[in-house]
């Protein structure tokens, strides 16, 4: 079997949602490597085994330094690829996010890493 991992496109922002030309709007947290992290996680080999396959979403709370200050995978098909994910998710890197007046700003933001099986 062929295993891949990838990520969506996109970042899901909960605490700051809106992204935009206008200055005065503010702007989500940004992770600035999210395809290197998501491409370096491995698929773990018991999962593959097993034909686990499925999506782990990760709530991170991004501190007004970009730093992660809290990650919690809040859905997940099988521990084993939850804790590949979480593995990885201390390596990311963040832009954080910006009020309306340009200060940076704590902010929450969920990020699907995706896992699936496909058959050579």
Known sequence: MKKSIFTFAFI???AV???GSDPMKPTA???LNLDEVASNI????????HGMEGTVMMKIEIDAEGNIANKEA???PCNKL???VE??????????????FGQAVASTVQIPFA??????
């Open 17 to 19: 949602a809106f992204a």
């Open 12 to 14: 899901l922002a909960v």
């Open 42 to 49: 491995e698929y773990p080999a018991e999962s593959n085994h």
């Open 87 to 100: 593995l990885a998710v201390k390596d990311l890197k963040f832009e954080p996010a910006k009020n309306g």
């Open 29 to 31: 947290a940004k992770a």
């Open 82 to 84: 939850k804790e590949a």
């Open 115 to 120: 896992f699936e099986l496909k058959i050579d």
């Open 74 to 76: 809040v859905s997940f």
